[in-house]
Nanobody, 114 residues
Framework: QVQLVESGGGLVQAGGSLRLSCAASGSRFSAYYMAWYRQAPGKQRDFVASITSGRITTYASAVKGRFTISRDNAKNTVYLQMNSLNVEDTALYYC????????WGQGTQVTVSS
């Protein structure tokens, strides 16, 4: 079973940047579909960004142009670079992978203050 561990969340002022990391276990990481989702208090979990094994990326309209997803297969890690953060980006951010099963991480909190 793949395991995912997120890191990099924290408190940042509006306009600032953060980089989230998600380290995955397993020997077939390069084949994993990886994605980031987020869930704000009282709201549903929403798609943020994804990257395929072929490095094709997709973004939610709310983050397009501000967030960048990338992967380092040598480190079994996917990243989410978040720039120009605003208070609406405050949420618990989850890493997601899909290969032979769907797996979620525990989440990392991102709080953007005005």
């Amino acid at each position: 079973q793949v395991q995912l561990v997120e890191s990099g969340g924290g408190l940042v002022q509006a306009g600032g940047s953060l980089r989230l990391s998600c380290a995955a276990s397993g020997s077939r990481f390069s084949a994993y579909y990886m994605a980031w989702y987020r869930q704000a208090p009282g709201k549903q979990r929403d798609f943020v960004a994804s990257i395929t094994s072929g490095r094709i990326t997709t973004y939610a309209s709310a983050v397009k142009g501000r967030f960048t997803i990338s992967r380092d297969n040598a480190k079994n890690t996917v990243y989410l670079q978040m720039n120009s953060l605003n208070v609406e980006d405050t949420a618990l951010y989850y890493c997601f992978s899909e290969f032979d099963s769907r797996v979620w991480g525990q989440g990392t909190q991102v709080t953007v203050s005005s």
